[in-house]
């Protein structure tokens, strides 16, 4: 059966690249009937955050890529904890130093590195790997204060866990040879590896916690939805056969295969995700995104105020956080600026005074104040005006919302109500000279 494992470490906020690796490794699983497995790299204790594993859990469970609780032989149901096995690996260490495969050196256990050898392996990304022994040296396994050195623990664990497929970062690629050392002197098949290239920032840096928003909390606090963010992970190191952009996250675990994925490091577009994300919100029906703005994107808004703005701002959405800021307007009057209001025309300033003042004794006497009336009286005041469509209602835009962006207008003017279009126009034109 197939078993793979992500292994964090839970040194802090559950990252973007924990999901990135967790999602290709859960896709695998599922594909092939099998089971993804949580570690917790938690032997350094100095870096050790006790939040952290509750913090990565939960992202997991966001994502709805949450790993299978599966035992293993004489062990307890997922996540594994390496600080709740230390003495596995120290008897290990202190076997190798008995046949003499190890030896001991100011307190610490080394591992002797054979000599004249090829450490190498057929990885299923990136093809025949080779590395020769005689450029590595002897290397810790078992540190002065009995902690295991990761690439030792690693060995122990995927052993242990009996993992087949070791699905992880090209980082790690360094690393394999040591941990193929270990497999080669206990006598044991390694699992079949292979390496993913690492998200990379716009300046084609890795990712950085220090430089880029790196934290899935964060991802989660602006409003992507988690299965837009999968998506577009997804496509960070594959490709769709069909060459779609939208797929949800079974249909990727339906047509993975490890032969698909690429080699070349991906850029981390936020362009790209925020248009994915916008298509997602599109997608969802009027209802799911009221029950999720109001959660927890817009508590300062009323409900049904969001039940009227919802129809209203949906198209343009690029995330869920973006709502309250876009309708604000509607509960605060906003201070509109004044090089703003008269900057939507190249005419006179008290010619633009003038066709405010006239927009509104043309929507005084308006009664029924539908959209579609509304937008009548605006077209009509066209006709007698030389003003473009775009300056026309783009200054009627201005003065009632302080912005360029907002929902269509004459929706706008509807959800405002009568009154209080009024009320804003006439304030516009007092701020004309």
Same mark, same amino acid.
């Given at each position: @059966?197939?078993?793979?494992?992500?292994?964090?470490?839970?040194?802090?906020?559950?990252?973007?690249?924990?999901?990135?690796?967790?999602?290709?490794?859960?896709?695998?699983?599922?594909?092939?009937?099998?089971?993804?497995?949580?570690?917790?790299?938690?032997?350094?204790?100095?870096?050790?955050?006790?939040?952290?594993?509750?913090?990565?859990?939960?992202?997991?469970?966001?994502?709805?890529?949450?790993?299978?609780?599966?035992?293993?032989?004489?062990?307890?149901?997922?996540?594994?904890?390496?600080?709740?096995?230390?003495?596995?690996?120290?008897?290990?260490?202190?076997?190798?130093?008995?046949?003499?495969?190890?030896?001991?050196?100011?307190?610490?256990?080394?591992?002797?590195?054979?000599?004249?050898?090829?450490?190498?392996?057929?990885?299923?990304?990136?093809?025949?790997?080779?590395?020769?022994?005689?450029?590595?040296?002897?290397?810790?396994?078992?540190?002065?204060?009995?902690?295991?050195?990761?690439?030792?623990?690693?060995?122990?664990?995927?052993?242990?866990?009996?993992?087949?497929?070791?699905?992880?970062?090209?980082?790690?690629?360094?690393?394999?040879?040591?941990?193929?050392?270990?497999?080669?002197?206990?006598?044991?098949?390694?699992?079949?590896?292979?390496?993913?290239?690492?998200?990379?920032?716009?300046?084609?840096?890795?990712?950085?916690?220090?430089?880029?928003?790196?934290?899935?909390?964060?991802?989660?606090?602006?409003?992507?939805?988690?299965?837009?963010?999968?998506?577009?992970?997804?496509?960070?190191?594959?490709?769709?056969?069909?060459?779609?952009?939208?797929?949800?996250?079974?249909?990727?675990?339906?047509?993975?295969?490890?032969?698909?994925?690429?080699?070349?490091?991906?850029?981390?577009?936020?362009?790209?995700?925020?248009?994915?994300?916008?298509?997602?919100?599109?997608?969802?029906?009027?209802?799911?995104?009221?029950?999720?703005?109001?959660?927890?994107?817009?508590?300062?808004?009323?409900?049904?105020?969001?039940?009227?703005?919802?129809?209203?701002?949906?198209?343009?959405?690029?995330?869920?956080?973006?709502?309250?800021?876009?309708?604000?307007?509607?509960?605060?009057?906003?201070?509109?600026?004044?090089?703003?209001?008269?900057?939507?025309?190249?005419?006179?300033?008290?010619?633009?005074?003038?066709?405010?003042?006239?927009?509104?004794?043309?929507?005084?006497?308006?009664?029924?104040?539908?959209?579609?009336?509304?937008?009548?009286?605006?077209?009509?005041?066209?006709?007698?005006?030389?003003?473009?469509?775009?300056?026309?209602?783009?200054?009627?835009?201005?003065?009632?919302?302080?912005?360029?962006?907002?929902?269509?207008?004459?929706?706008? @003017? @509807?959800?405002?109500?009568?009154?209080?279009?009024?009320?804003?126009?006439?304030?516009?034109?007092?701020?004309?000279?």
């Amino acid at each position: @059966m197939v078993r793979v494992r992500i292994a964090p470490s839970p040194t802090g906020f559950a990252h973007v690249g924990t999901a990135y690796m967790a999602l290709f490794n859960w896709a695998f699983a599922k594909k092939n009937q099998g089971v993804f497995v949580l570690r917790l790299e938690d032997t350094d204790q100095k870096r050790h955050v006790p939040e952290a594993e509750k913090a990565i859990c939960s992202a997991l469970k966001w994502l709805n890529i949450s790993p299978d609780e599966s035992p293993v032989i004489g062990g307890p149901f997922g996540p594994y904890r390496q600080s709740e096995r230390l003495k596995r690996y120290q008897e290990t260490a202190k076997e190798l130093v008995k046949s003499g495969e190890a030896y001991e050196k100011e307190g610490a256990i080394w591992l002797i590195m054979p000599r004249d050898i090829t450490l190498g392996w057929e990885d299923a990304v990136r093809g025949q790997i080779d590395f020769d022994s005689n450029q590595l040296k002897d290397w810790v396994i078992l540190k002065s204060d009995l902690n295991p050195t990761y690439n030792f623990a690693n060995v122990i664990d995927d052993l242990d866990m009996q993992i087949t497929h070791v699905i992880r970062g090209e980082e790690h690629i360094s690393n394999t040879p040591l941990q193929l050392s270990v497999y080669r002197i206990l006598e044991k098949e390694p699992p079949i590896f292979a390496h993913l290239p690492v998200l990379r920032a716009a300046d084609h840096k890795k990712l950085s916690k220090r430089r880029d928003p790196v934290s899935l909390q964060w991802f989660k606090e602006e409003g992507y939805l988690p299965e837009a963010l999968l998506n577009f992970l997804a496509l960070q190191g594959w490709s769709h056969p069909q060459e779609k952009d939208m797929f949800p996250a079974d249909e990727f675990a339906e047509l993975i295969s490890l032969e698909r994925i690429k080699t070349s490091a991906p850029v981390f577009d936020f362009k790209k995700l925020d248009w994915l994300n916008g298509q997602y919100i599109k997608s969802k029906s009027d209802q799911e995104l009221i029950d999720l703005i109001s959660k927890d994107y817009a508590k300062n808004i009323p409900l049904e105020l969001i039940e009227k703005f919802i129809p209203l701002v949906k198209e343009r959405l690029r995330k869920l956080k973006d709502f309250s800021e876009s309708v604000y307007f509607f509960i605060k009057v906003p201070d509109v600026p004044l090089p703003l209001l008269t900057g939507q025309t190249k005419h006179a300033t008290a010619e633009i005074k003038q066709i405010i003042d006239q927009t509104i004794k043309a929507y005084e006497k308006e009664k029924s104040w539908t959209t579609a009336e509304l937008e009548t009286i605006g077209h009509n005041l066209l006709e007698t005006t030389s003003w473009t469509p775009r300056e026309l209602f783009m200054t009627i835009r201005v003065a009632l919302s302080g912005k360029t962006a907002t929902p269509p207008l004459f929706e706008m @003017m @509807m959800v405002l109500g009568k009154e209080e279009t009024l009320r804003r126009l006439a304030y516009a034109s007092k701020l004309l000279p």
